[in-house]
């Protein structure tokens, strides 16, 4: 098998493996958008997996509709590229695994499994107060995650939730403060700020479902009687 084809294969391989939900790519992001406040050349740097090599965690933290979940998988996309091993999972995904592998004794099967990767991306922490909600071991279940990775290999968290607000939010202030020992150490942090793309995006739809009413409004009125 030629050498491109097997790379090509490789490749595949990772990508399958890593279980996006999405097929965000860094070209495929609105970089006008938010422009000040959005920096396209440290998410290229970020994408040369160069922080995988130190082993750095990476925390995207900011409101909702700003495009997090679109860039950190754009930048796990081309890490597989690359050659390493990533998994992209939700926050509740990841909680309600590890909650029911802890209710059939799998827990620490389940916990090294997610520790084999070069790079974990967990995606929407905080999001609809899951983990507080529905989860109330959760504090103690991702720590084992991330004490299992710590400085093994790197974590990539993308939260609406600041760093400061984790102990009220999680209830459980030591586990919370180890958490953060772990996590917030050698972690490249990236603050989002701006206009929510999914907003702007809503406003367009509604905008031009209105246009298209009028029209057809117009069309009607038209029409000989």
């Known amino acids: ?8 294969r490789s490749i595949e391989r990772r990508l399958r493996a890593a279980r996006f939900r999405d097929p965000a790519t860094l070209e495929s992001f609105d970089w006008e958008f938010n422009r000040k406040t959005i920096d396209r050349v440290e998410f290229e740097e970020l994408a040369t997996g160069d922080f995988i090599r130190r082993r750095d965690n990476v925390a995207f933290v900011g409101e909702s509709g700003l495009g997090k979940s679109h860039l ?23 909680l309600e695994e590890l909650t029911a ?11 090294r499994y997610y520790r084999r990767f070069d790079l974990l991306i967990i995606d929407e922490f905080g ?3 899951l983990e507080r909600r ?15 990775r710590s400085r093994r290999s790197s974590t990539a968290l993308v939260t609406n939730i600041d760093f400061k607000e984790w ?10 403060m ?12 990236q603050r989002f700020e701006g206009k929510s793309y999914r907003a702007h995006r809503a406003e367009q739809k509604a905008k031009q479902k209105r246009r298209q009413r009028a029209t057809k409004n117009s069309q009607s009125d038209s029409q000989p009687s």
């Open 1 to 8: 098998m030629p050498a491109n084809l097997r790379r090509e």
């Open 72 to 94: 950190i998988q754009a930048i796990g996309r081309r890490c597989c590229v690359l050659g390493y091993r990533v998994r992209y999972v939700t926050s509740a995904e990841l």
């Open 101 to 111: 592998a802890s209710g059939d004794k799998t827990l620490s099967t389940k916990v």
């Open 127 to 129: 999001f609809d107060k």
């Open 134 to 148: 529905e989860y109330p071991e959760s504090p103690s279940l991702l720590y084992k995650v991330i004490d299992s």
């Open 167 to 176: 102990t009220d939010y999680l209830g459980d202030p030591p586990l919370v």
């Open 178 to 189: 180890a958490i953060l020992d772990r996590m917030v150490d050698d972690t490249i942090i």
